[in-house]
């Protein structure tokens, strides 16, 4: 297979944003979150509207983005996917509320990558005008301004797997991405 150039999402695909918001939610709140099951890609839609307020104050917390747990197998996928020849890129969007969130995305990758993946940092509200080969996400569809140049590969989460048609990833099930590192 020839080198590709590799788009990765960073939360939900590399960092593990809904351990992270359980774990802080169980951490501020002395409860475990409010939540029977994963349905929608947004979990605000699966809670709730009492909730929405705090789980909002959660996602802009200083120190939220930066303490997200890594997706178990993770960090040593996208270091394999590199070590293949691939030109792997991690391709995020900030929330809304974005203050902490930009510079601790930044933070994280310097933790869990190393300072040279600070150079990988695509960062974009519409990733429909990042150019690519593939774009590896958990959102189940992407929209933007633009036509994708990449194939969207969804990276295995309750919440989509209604979707049926695209390539499914999983980091621990090297079967699923094994391709890539031929």
């Not at 802080?24 to 947004?42: D, G, I, K, M, S």
């Not at 993770?74 to 890129?89: M, N, P, Q, T, Y």
């Not at 933790?111 to 960062?123: A, K």
């Not at 140049?149 to 209604?162: E, F, L, T």
């Amino acid at each position: 297979m020839a080198s590709k150039l590799i788009l990765l999402d960073q939360d939900g695909v590399l960092a593990d944003f809904e351990q992270g918001v359980r774990q802080l939610w169980q951490q501020t709140y002395q409860q475990p979150l409010p939540l029977a099951e994963r349905r929608h890609f947004y979990l605000r839609d699966d809670m709730a509207l009492q909730f929405h307020h705090q789980l909002d104050e959660l996602y802009s917390s200083k120190g939220f983005f930066a303490s997200l747990p890594p997706m178990l197998d993770g960090i040593a996928a996208a270091k394999r996917l590199l070590e293949a020849g691939h030109d792997v890129r991690i391709c995020t969007s900030p929330i809304q509320a974005y203050h902490y969130c930009v510079s601790e995305k930044f933070d994280w990758i310097g933790q869990h990558l190393g300072e040279e993946w600070l150079q990988r940092i695509i960062l974009t509200k519409d990733k429909t005008w990042v150019r690519g080969d593939i774009l590896i996400d958990d959102k189940p569809q992407i929209s933007g301004s633009l036509i994708p140049q990449w194939q969207h590969w969804i990276y295995d989460q309750p919440y989509n797997r209604d979707q049926t048609k695209l390539k499914r990833v999983n980091w621990s099930q090297p079967e699923t991405w094994s391709e890539l590192l031929q």
